[in-house]
């Protein structure tokens, strides 16, 4: 039986902690066959971008210090995403049903449908992308002014959005669900159309009238019966922070940051 740990980070984390912690559960899955499921929030608005992009197409700096927010590249791919009122989670794993049995596009469409239900488990008629975009791949406009293949949509409108990590021993897949959205504060900072934007995004609030913690609870049941197992929690010791710590301090230097 895979061990499946459960982290739900209540606490808020500033845009590098939250890195460092994804990366470090990402090093652990190359020690030991198991899986993470973990669900946080941020400290204050944060724009984080893909690993191939360049931070000066990506992010308006001058906007984001004039609106005193956070920025960080990812290690994994995918464009500029806006975190404030939103849940984000990340799924980590090296046991086989996420990561040995499946590909990059295979885990992709598994986790999706994972959370399509999540969605249809309280009421809300989700659906996975049909089509890929190819022209809007190849630009640096933000995540969510465009679809990628096998995201999801609701109305016709993006609702997440995901970008994923693998090696030869364990995968990582981190993404964004938004709750509310502030298009104006998303478009500054992204360089991107607010009305764009608008006609192509929608959140949670705008869909559905339950709590942001129903949908974490019905996230969480949605991944627990797809894996038909139950949860351990899992708790940082001393060694496990003081490697996060290292890892921040990475997120939080320029030369991560700045590197394209």
């Known amino acids: 039986m895979p061990e499946w740990f459960l982290l739900p980070d ?17 090093q652990l899955c190359h020690t030991k066959k198991c899986g993470f499921l973990r669900f946080y ?24 210090e004039q609106n005193h927010c956070s920025f960080v590249r990812r290690i994994t791919g995918g464009k500029t995403v806006l975190h404030n009122d939103e849940i984000t ?42 089509s890929h975009s190819s022209a809007y791949a190849r630009t640096d406009h933000p995540c969510f002014s465009f679809p ?3 995201e999801i949509e609701i109305n016709g409108k993006k609702i997440v959005g995901s970008a994923q990590k693998r090696d030869k021993f364990a995968l990582l897949q981190h993404g964004s669900i ?3 959205m502030d298009y104006k504060l998303y478009s500054g900072g992204s360089n991107a159309n607010k009305n764009s934007l608008e006609r192509r995004m929608t959140t949670f609030s ?30 940082l010791n001393r060694d496990d922070n003081n490697e996060i710590k290292k890892l921040t301090k990475k997120y939080n230097s320029r030369d991560w940051n700045f590197s394209l």
């Open 89 to 130: 989670y990340a799924v980590v794993s090296s046991e086989d049903t996420f990561y040995r049995d499946n590909d990059l596009y295979k885990s992709y469409l598994l986790i999706s449908r994972v959370i399509v239900r999540a969605f249809e488990n309280i009421g809300v008629e989700a659906y996975l992308c049909k």
């Open 206 to 235: 705008e869909v559905s009238g339950k709590s942001k913690d129903e949908l974490l609870r019905s996230l969480i049941a949605s991944f627990r019966d797809f894996l038909k197992l139950k949860f351990e929690s899992y708790f």
């Open 178 to 180: 938004p709750i509310t």
């Open 10 to 26: 209540l606490i808020p984390y500033s845009a590098a902690e939250n890195m460092a912690r994804d990366e470090y559960l990402f």
């Open 148 to 150: 990628t293949l096998n």
């Open 41 to 64: 929030s941020w400290d204050k608005p944060t724009f984080s971008f893909g690993v191939s992009q360049k931070i000066s197409k990506a992010v308006n700096l001058k906007f984001l």
